[in-house]
């Protein structure tokens, strides 16, 4: 018992000081930063800050993500509310979690002596891909979660089935991961959706319809435990409304609007387009899903339903997030999970060829040989790298920030564009519902945000308004220009400006 103690310990240090380190490096959340300049992850900051300065979601601060999603950022706003600290400090949590359960994953295939070394390569490869982004997603978040359904599945159809069914509790927990997902960004349904309806086969195979139906029930009991505590804080404050229309309706017949009525043979040939320019993209932990995929088809010690699981796994999971008609760099991220699968598969073959005191290596050596490759990975690959040269102080949003600051209790609007981050270099919460602009088109005056927020321009109802690009015509009536700035973003470039009220 000692020793396997001290094992843990072990590993538990290993996945921390890798992870760290390679998101130290991979994301824009980390101290190695200047600042997290993504507007995704700004507007999640604001959105959460909004939660614990007395603002509901979707109601009085628009954005129309899921609410964990919402209340971790909320959470990390309470450790730093200025910087990304508290998020990187999320990251890095989620991603000692995301390495904990690829090593579980590949231990299920594979030995014990080169599973450490392949679970930290494999998060290397991830982090390190395009479709990382800027650190901070939202389909990050969901990583372990997906990694956890993902284990409790196969340790099922690799360690169990078919000698028995899945137990209740099993099914309960995957019910579990589905809900937290379903609550951050519901196009990883597909993922849960294939889990559930492969578990419901293998009732049937015993010939259990009972049990079947058993556990669809116990599986929706797990995903909607989930679902009660914003039940609650909706209910209380009035607005289960707004919460349905905030994050189902505006992402179901809003949002996806851009999708069009393509054809059943047109969207095929773009799912395939999506998914060759994906291997190429995210060619880092790409190759290993597509080895690992073909290796468990390949498994003929295994059953039929075992071994095209994870295949059909796969497919509902790139359905799920691309079947609306939306193709974003970063919502690929989910598919990296079955590159453990790649890593199982090398980590089966490599544990042939390293006898137990590798060269000398001990425990650390083929880990510590693992993060230097992977961080290798990171610095040659990583799209975020380059940024870390940009110096704080030569960086535009902190001359605006301390041009708004000039202001007691200033209030800011972002018109143009999502969040660009100064609402949290300048710790200000959000006073207008559409306090960014959203590319939502909303037929509805109530809620159309663009109305909404010329109207506040109008009015003069706010001290500084953040403008990119596009001008409103009103901003001379209560505005002056303070300061402006020219910024390239990758293939983009735009101008920003800054106006401040007239007193």
Known sequence: MQKEHKALIQKSIVFILAVTACLAFASRSSFLYPLNNWDDANSYFSVGKGIFNGKMPYRDIFDQKGMYLYFLYGIAYLISHT???????????????????????????AGHKTSITLAIMVFGGIVSSRSFWWGGSAEEICLPFFLAGLYLFIDYFKNQYPSGVMSMRRVLLGGVMAGIVANIKFTGLGFFFAWMMLTFISFLVHKDFSGAIKACLVYLLGMFITFVPWIIYFGVQGGLYEWYWGYIHVNVFVYNKAGGDAGIFEAIKAMIKIFYWLIWQNWMYMFLVIAGLIATVLDFKATVLAR????????????????????????????SIFAAFGGALLSHHLDKAVSNETIGFGFMGLPIFALMMALMQIATFSMNVPF???????????????EVLETE?????????????????????????WFQTQTLDIDDPANNPYMEQERYVREGLIDYVLVRDSIPESIDDHYDLIDSEEYSSGDYDFMYYLYKKVR
């Open 308 to 335: 095209i699981s994870i295949v059909i796994l796969f497919v509902f999971t790139f359905l799920g997030i691309f079947g609306g008609g939306r193709e974003l760099p970063y919502y690929s991220l989910p598919l």
């Open 409 to 433: 209790d200033p209030t800011l609007l972002n018109v143009g564009c999502l969040d660009a981050g100064l609402y949290t270099l300048c710790d200000i919460v959000p006073s207008c519902r």
């Open 83 to 109: 910087t990304f600290a508290g998020v990187f400090l999320l990251e890095v949590i989620l991603g000692v979690a995301d390495v904990a359960l690829i090593y579980m994953i590949i231990k299920i295939y």
């Open 388 to 402: 870390m040269a940009q110096k704080r102080d030569d960086f535009f949003l902190y001359r605006f920030r301390d």
